[in-house]
């Protein structure tokens, strides 16, 4: 491999990578200020609830920004798709208040049933999503 492509290469890879760290901590900040509880001390406290919902929400938003990265023409392409990737992610929140009304008491309250739920539904719109980036 000659020494150009190897510093393209390296070049697409540290600047995909940067934007998707930028992306994930953007969406981890939205995520825990839009949710009326407190993930991460809840987590720290032992909440499996919480450890539950909030995992599922990760793996679900970086499925979707992995098939983005996978699929786009560009560092800005793909940046594009992950902010999508971002909003829907973000709606699932809103899909489990709309199902479960309880479902903002229920995770302080370290209700596994409702934790797993929202973590679920969050991993499977994910996959959902990653699934309609392949284009």
Known sequence: MSEQLLAH???AFFSHIAAAFVLLALFIV???RITPYREIALIREGNIAAAASLSGALLGYCTALASAIANSVSVI???FWGLVALVIQLLAFG?????????????PANKIASGIFLGALSLGLGMINAACMTY
């Open 9 to 11: 290469g390296l070049l």
């Open 30 to 32: 939205i995520y825990i």
């Open 77 to 79: 392409d793909m940046s």
């Open 95 to 107: 899909i489990a208040r709309l199902l479960i009304p309880g479902i903002v008491s229920d995770i």
